[in-house]
């Protein structure tokens, strides 16, 4: 026997239950399938535990996409504040930490619960854990073949997400299905990952790991320079920290990474302006500006002793010190992979998409929405919004 509903959603995380709720709340009769044996694990697992589930500030500008505009819409008709509203509504509580990030007070499962309540509010349907055979067009709508049987539909759903942290059952389903239906698709790649160096490289790093310092860091995508003045983090095999997740979304692959590791200061002027009459060492006046390892690391490299007296060092060699440490140009080798993203660059192309209802100018009636579209979050609360926004706009859409 087929099994009849309004509206399929495919994937149980943040975007398709907050979608299927809408949907039920209009009285729509909707079915949400997922695969995993639990609920929502990416939002369990996210904000160390604690769910970074908005971003106060988040405007269209904080997305990497061929077309970040698309996401304009959506944020406008569901915004961070209507997500606080919903949660307030729970007497949820929450605080913000660096730049507008929202976090839960308690754990990230108060999220899943008021999000799994709302579907419950709105009689939806759950199939988990169900897996989706095939999806075929069926008169007006859709019919799928699955592990409980057949669904049919006249509207359907993917909200399956990207391929980030695949031991959490994440997959690339969404994509298959875009491509199924003659829909374009933008290359995928890891997003928000740490980046890693050439072995050999990076040997005279490794001595590093551990040191985490705020940095001014550049790359060119397209010809356009993209910073950011965030934390880094040296690790054994690369870097990593907030600053490189966020410039790792932007990294095409093959462009080098500008860094300037002393980014509020001319350390040139410092270093040769200010010597005159000191008595202390190079090293001692460097580790003020930056961790004491990594000073010593630039001096070694540049030939310069630890117990050289500052007022002695020739200008000449200040200013190459002061170069070095501002303006270091590195080749990072790859990504850390989709195991260590936080999130997937491409999917979906937005051009294939209405951008107020998420669905398919070539198939009327299927919809994407999530991250399985090519619209990728900053760090920073930025991709759960855009979960809540582009559901919220497609349900309201449908
Ligand atoms: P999501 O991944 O949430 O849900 C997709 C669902 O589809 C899953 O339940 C999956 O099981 C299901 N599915 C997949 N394939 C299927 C198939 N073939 N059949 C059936 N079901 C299928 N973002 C943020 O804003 N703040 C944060 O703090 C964090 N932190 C964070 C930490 C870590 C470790 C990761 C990996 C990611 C984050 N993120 C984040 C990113 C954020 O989790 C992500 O962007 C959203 O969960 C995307 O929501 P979606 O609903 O699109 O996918």
Redesign the pocket.
Known sequence: MVKQSDVIV???????MMCAAQLGAKGYKVRL????HKL????R???GGR???TNIGATWENYVSKNPRFARYALNEYTPQDFLSLLKSYGVTWHEKHRGQFFCDESSEVIIHVLFQECQKGKVKWHMPC??LSVQQYNEGFILDTSEGLFQASHLVI????M??PAI???D?GLGIARQFGLKVIEPRPALVPLIFDGEEWATYRELAGISLEAHIATGLDKKAVSFIEDILFTHKGLSGPGILQISSYWDGHSPLYLNLCPDKDLAKVLTEQKQGSKQQLLTVLSHYLPKRLAEHFLQQQGLKETFNWAEVPDKQLRQLALAIQSWQIQPKGTAGYKK???MRGGVDTAELNQKTMESKKVPQLYF????VDIT?WLG?????W?WSSAVACARGI
């Open positions: 495919i994937g149980a995380g943040a975007a398709g399938i997922d695969h995993a929502a694990e990416k939002i697992i996210s904000g769910c970074n589930f897996s989706v909200a399956t997400g990207g980030a942290a059952k994440s997959t389903f993203a936080e999130a929405i999530g991250e399985v979050g609360g930025y991709n759960f919004q979960a």
